[in-house]
């Protein structure tokens, strides 16, 4: 009995010594391993528990890509972008869109938002767009992956499908977006007239509103500033600023590729968060474009920083960027011939890729750029889902390929960091459909990485 009375006391000694030393660690150092990132809940003091859906967007983990960082005995890290609650790193795009539009204006409580989107983007303004009381339409090819266009209607936008064609053409899915944020200006301005009435219930009869005042006013609303804008509202929604009983309703078009607010979203909000999750100790960054916010964002933000960080473009089938950028020259050998493709860009990734030059992409400060297959891209995402567990999208994949080319290039020790844009759950119907692969003799048969290998 005294030995029992014996050990308990030393158990309980023990355990308040272990107390004792737990608070003194943590009242000494406050930043302990397991503690998730502070930023930016440091910076804005704001706690854990976060209100609505907009304040959930953002501050996703970097992890560590374990098998291509064991490959190459470089630290290869992803940005977990699928983890916002839209699915994907357009859900911070989306947020400083119809902010800055609220900010300004442009926007207002029960307007439309209207996109032409290959998807991402569509499913982030369907996703965040009620949360400030607005609605969304949006233009989308009709060759995209199905569900797509499935989740979009799920979440309640209106969903117009188009046939692709160049962005020359007046109905390319990105022109009819404006032209419907067009015509609904112009359905608005029908009902305010109508409602101003004279002293004696008269409408008035100066009421004409014509297209090519409609499309200035529409020029004038999408002008973009490249300073003076607000930070991305970490604290609270701006959804209480607009006037849900206006009877200007309206359309506002994101116009996501030359919406210089994209671009902001990326500067101010994702680049800070890879600089703060590494500590600053990042050697380079390499991303594929689409728009080209998140590259120009995240990559002028970190060269400001520290211009020794290397940043480079990845680039799929058909596009015209990775010439752009390593030859000045913006084509590629299929346009060269004359051999015009449908999408335009001869590839099966969805998102990125582009044969034109972007305001938010003409931000960028690259060191150089790389290509990438189709091949690749799907070996690529079946290597990461056999080793890692992650079930990522083609424009993740092949953000991937070029991490392990960067890796490869700069050799062992160093630290590389991509960004994983969205899962696999919204790629099903084509990348992740085997007869789809099949047809288009893109059947996976890697074992490791020797798809790399040239």
């Not at 302990?32 to 983990?61: C, D, H, K």
């Not at 020259?329 to 998102?351: H, Q, W």
């Amino acid at each position: 009995m005294a030995a029992a009375t014996a050990a308990g006391a030393a158990a309980a000694a023990a355990a308040v010594s272990l107390i004792a030393c737990y608070l003194l660690l943590c009242k000494s150092s406050p930043k302990l391993l397991w503690m998730r990132p502070s930023w930016p809940f440091r910076a804005s003091g704001r706690r854990a528990r976060r209100r609505g859906l907009v304040e959930a967007i953002g501050n996703t983990p970097l992890i560590r890509i374990n098998s291509l960082s064991d490959a190459t005995g470089c630290e290869i890290l992803g940005k977990a972008e699928f983890l916002n609650p839209g699915g994907s790193v357009k859900d911070r795009v989306a947020v400083k869109i119809i902010e800055e539009a609220l900010e300004s204006g442009d926007l207002v409580c029960g307007g439309t938002v209207t996109e032409g989107s290959a998807g991402s983007t569509a499913i982030s303004l369907a996703t965040v767009a009620p949360a400030y009381g607005c609605r969304s339409h949006v233009v989308i090819p009709d060759d995209a992956a199905i569900e797509k266009s499935q989740i979009i209607q799920a979440l309640g936008a209106t969903v117009e499908q188009v046939c692709p064609v160049s962005i020359t053409h007046s109905d390319h899915f990105v022109n009819i977006a404006r032209r419907r944020a067009l015509e609904a200006n112009k359905l608005a301005a029908a009902q305010r007239e109508s409602n101003e009435t004279q002293p004696n219930g008269l409408t008035h009869a100066n009421s004409e509103m014509t297209d090519e005042k409609l499309a200035a006013m529409q020029r004038e609303s999408n002008k973009t500033q490249s300073n003076g804008r607000a930070h991305v509202n970490t604290e609270m929604p701006l959804s209480g600023k607009c006037d849900p009983n206006s009877d200007s309703k309206g359309g506002f078009f994101a116009d996501q590729f030359e919406n210089m607010a994209n671009y902001r979203a990326h500067y101010e909000w994702t680049g800070p968060e890879i600089w703060e999750q590494t500590k600053g100790a990042l050697h380079a960054f390499v991303a594929a474009a689409g728009t080209g916010g998140t590259i120009a964002g995240v990559s002028r933000y970190l060269k400001e920083k520290n211009r020794n960080v290397r940043c480079f473009l990845m680039d799929p089938p058909g596009s015209g960027l990775f010439n752009k950028v390593t030859r000045g020259v913006m084509y590629t050998k299929e346009e060269a011939e004359g051999k015009r493709l449908k999408n335009p860009f001869d590839t099966i990734t969805e998102g990125i890729g582009i044969n034109r030059l972007t305001r938010n992409f003409m931000m960028a400060k690259l060191d150089g750029a790389y290509q990438g297959t189709d091949r690749e891209a799907v070996e690529m995402s079946r290597f990461l889902l056999r080793n890692d567990g992650l079930f990522v999208g083609s424009s993740s994949a092949m953000n991937c390929v070029g991490a392990v080319r960067v890796a490869r290039d700069l050799g062992p020790g160093h630290t590389i960091v991509t960004i994983l844009c969205d899962s696999g759950m919204r790629h099903l119907s084509k990348f992740f459909n085997d007869q789809y692969l099949a047809d288009h003799g893109l059947t996976p048969t890697a074992t490791g990485l020797e798809f790399l290998d040239k």
